[in-house]
């Protein structure tokens, strides 16, 4: 098992920015690539952004594509999803995953985080 912890969301308004954080427990986060997925009530999971364990393959939603920037520091183990413009419609339960690729799909993932919560007033 690899834990895997977020941070970083919370409340912002329509416009706002935030950075999440997601820090994984193992010696070898430089293996993995790395996801980011959200949820919002009464929605399926949705895929945001990924990034491989060199940062030389990035992936990103249509929805966040120009607002939304995936990066990773492998020495502090640690991912991050830079969130500017923020809009309504990005509120939910954000949440990282590890797994062996970059990939659109979640079942491509084996860790998941407990998920950070954000909020987008208008």
């Known amino acids: 098992q690899v834990p895997l912890v977020e941070s970083g969301g919370g409340l912002v308004q329509a416009g706002g920015s935030l950075r999440l954080s997601c820090v994984v427990s193992?010696?070898?986060?430089?293996?993995?690539?790395m996801g980011w997925f959200r949820q919002a009530p009464g929605k399926e999971r949705e895929f945001v952004a990924a990034i491989d364990w060199k940062s030389s393959r990035l992936y990103y939603a249509d929805s966040v594509k120009g607002r939304f920037t995936i990066s990773r520091d492998n020495a502090k183990n640690t991912v991050y999803l830079q969130m500017n413009s923020l809009k309504p419609g990005d509120t939910a339960n954000y949440y990282c995953a590890a797994g062996p690729f970059a990939a659109r799909r979640g079942e491509e993932y084996d860790y998941w985080g407990q998920g950070t919560q954000v909020t987008v007033s208008s």
């Open positions: 193992t010696r070898t986060f430089s293996n993995f690539a």
